[in-house]
């Protein structure tokens, strides 16, 4: 018996083809086409030291402080390799660095760990979710970043360690690692809120006024909640396996932080499970709007052509012109068939109006 030929369609990913065959290991960038220039940073501080720099400065890397390097661009794998080779790092932790489709995860190396996470903002004029693949490295005395493109959400950590506010200066690289993740996962509730407010506009549209294009934002809200869902349900897996692992790079006092994150997390989920219900719920508001406004409609055709049925009869009646009805020879006649359709006309809307028909 032949086989059907099914093929399985799936949304293309830029240059993923090229990695097809490739051995394990080989690290090559895959994602949207980007060419500009890779920027980076370096920052240094302790309690008592600060220094921030343009650029990568790894022959700067100092014990007993946090060393921040972050990478804005990917696209350039020179750069990954000169960071891998000073920092040991696993050549196919690199490959995931440079795959910019890579499902958030948490990896445990000898050395360091591997934390690969989206961060998503809100676009609301367009109404879509706008992604961003980062992946965080933590070793004993560094946080590595890596970010897609120049632009993130770490400004608000960036003041703090510069202005030397809360206990970032205080504490070890481990907090670092957490408190970024910590500030995407902040932004994920921005975005849900924004999400919300547009669910709440587009649930009184589809009540009051349903529109013809009102089906289509609720597909395209689904997508955006299905992505991230896909987003933040790996990540509440990731940020439980750095509670349950016995890690020497995270110290125990960081682990409620880790657990705040967790919560967070499951908060996230629980709100986007019910936006995605309420959306799938417009689909059917919509249809019932409609059928509601469609029998609101032929009602009143309905009762129109009631009223005009006797009327029509009585003017076909006397319209046929025969030459012996006696009515056509009274005086007032034509005063008499218009009292007639009036009287008809009064007495069924009147008893429309009993009913409540109207």
Excluded at 144 to 163: A, C, L, M, W, Y
Aim: net charge negative; charged share 25%.
């Amino acid at each position: 018996m032949r086989k059907p030929n099914i093929r399985l369609r799936r949304k293309a990913t830029p240059k993923s083809r090229n990695n097809v065959f490739q051995p394990p290991g080989t690290i090559s960038y895959v994602g949207e086409d980007r060419s500009g220039k890779v920027t980076a940073e370096t920052i240094l501080y302790d309690e008592i030291h600060f220094s921030k720099q343009d650029g990568i400065f790894l022959d700067q890397l100092k014990e007993k402080r946090v060393n921040w390097f972050n990478v804005d661009g990917v696209h350039d794998i020179s750069i990954l390799e000169k960071i891998g080779n000073k920092f040991n790092l696993h050549h196919l932790l690199l490959e995931d660095i440079a795959n910019t489709t890579q499902r958030p995860k948490t990896e445990f190396y000898e050395n360091y760990i591997y934390q690969c996470i989206k961060m998503i903002s809100y676009d609301s004029e367009n109404h879509e979710l706008n992604e961003e693949q980062v992946s965080l490295i933590l070793t004993e005395d560094a946080v590595i970043t890596f970010q897609e493109k120049t632009g993130d959400v770490f400004e608000n950590i960036r003041d703090r360690i510069e202005g030397n506010r809360g206990r970032i200066r205080s504490v070890k690289s481990d907090y670092l690692f957490y408190a970024l993740i910590d500030s995407i996962i902040d932004h994920y509730f921005i975005a849900i809120e924004e999400i919300g407010d547009y669910l709440d506009l587009l649930e009184d549209e589809v009540f009051d006024n349903p529109q013809k294009d009102s089906l289509n934002k609720a597909q395209k809200n689904k997508r955006m909640l299905l992505q991230l869902r896909r987003a933040i349900f790996p990540l509440r897996e990731s940020i439980s396996r750095l509670l349950k692992e016995d890690s020497t790079l995270i110290e125990s006092k960081t682990h409620a932080y880790f657990q705040d994150a967790y919560d967070h997390c499951i908060q996230i989920i629980e709100t986007v499970e019910s936006y995605r219900e309420i959306n799938a719920g417009l689909r059917d508001m919509y249809l019932s709007s409609v059928s509601h406004k469609m029998n609101q409609i032929m009602q009143v055709l309905t009762i129109m052509s009631s009223i005009f049925i006797p009327l029509t009869f009585l003017a076909g009646i006397y319209g046929m012109n025969l030459p012996h009805m006696p009515e056509m020879g009274w005086e007032n006649s034509y005063t008499y068939f218009w009292i007639a359709c009036g009287a008809i006309f009064f007495s069924l809307l009147g008893f429309f109006k009993w009913k409540k028909w109207l």
